[in-house]
T-cell receptor, first 112, second 112 residues
Framework: NAGVTQTPKFQVLKTGQSMTLQCAQDMNHNSMYWYRQDPGMGLRLIYYSASEGTTDKGEVPNGYNVSRLNKREFSLRLESAAPSQTSVYFC???????????FGPGTRLTVT | GQQLNQSPQSMFIQEGEDVSMNCTSSSIFNTWLWYKQDPGEGPVLLIALYKAGELTSNGRLTAQFGITRKDSFLNISASIPSDVGIYFCAGQELAGSYQLTFGKGTKLSVIP
């Protein structure tokens, strides 16, 4: 039982490049989330998926897109990376809204 | 948006001492969560609280959901060096909400 897994662990992009961050959970959770964590800003919600087939914007969605591929997998895409998107990205999941969220190990992204 | 006031911001304690930290909000919360984050890792859920007045333990950790629903505390008894890290509180303001509000964290240092 791995919990929430994320790939890659580290990534360096040049401005304008695109990439997709992958997330998978094996806890049979319905809801999944993408956060970014920046010094002094804490964790901020980018997008979430309440259940398979639905996605909604969080606090900071600009510059990102998401896909809930199936119940297990939720990906985050940066279409044209910008230096302001340099951050640590965490995926999380919960069985339902209002229940505890479990986080993955993170992806450390640098955009130059 | 809603902010959680977490205190203290940092603390240095001797190994074996007990630790207490707390979070307060200006509005009612329906869920309180406590996480620990080690450098370079994702937040790990320590304790989840869902009812006002609830007192829950996880090994040497004890957390309580305040009766007013506007606060929560986390106690660590008999601290050990591996307790070092940043402790975050998080809460869900609206019942059934997907959004978590995070405290800014308490950085704990344990002196052997």
């Amino acid at each position: 039982n791995a919990g929430v897994t994320q790939t890659p662990k580290f990534q360096v992009l040049k401005t304008g490049q695109s990439m997709t961050l992958q997330c998978a959970q094996d806890m049979n959770h319905n809801s999944m989330y993408w956060y970014r964590q920046d010094p002094g800003m804490g964790l901020r919600l980018i997008y979430y998926s309440a259940s398979e087939g639905t996605t909604d914007k969080g606090e900071v969605p600009n510059g990102y897109n998401v896909s809930r591929l199936n119940k297990r997998e939720f990906s985050l895409r940066l279409e044209s990376a910008a230096p302001s998107q340099t951050s640590v990205y965490f995926c999380a999941s919960s069985v339902l809204a209002g229940r505890a969220q479990y986080f993955g190990p993170g992806t450390r992204l640098t955009v130059t | 948006g809603q902010q959680l006031n977490q205190s203290p911001q940092s603390m240095f304690i001797q190994e074996g001492e007990d630790v207490s930290m707390n979070c307060t909000s200006s509005s009612i919360f329906n869920t309180w969560l406590w996480y620990k984050q080690d450098p370079g890792e994702g937040p790990v859920l320590l304790i989840a609280l869902y009812k006002a007045g609830e007192l829950t333990s996880n090994g040497r950790l004890t957390a309580q959901f305040g009766i007013t629903r506007k606060d929560s505390f986390l106690n660590i008894s008999a601290s050990i060096p591996s307790d070092v890290g940043i402790y975050f509180c998080a809460g869900q303001e609206l019942a059934g909400s997907y959004q978590l509000t995070f405290g800014k964290g308490t950085k704990l240092s344990v002196i052997p």
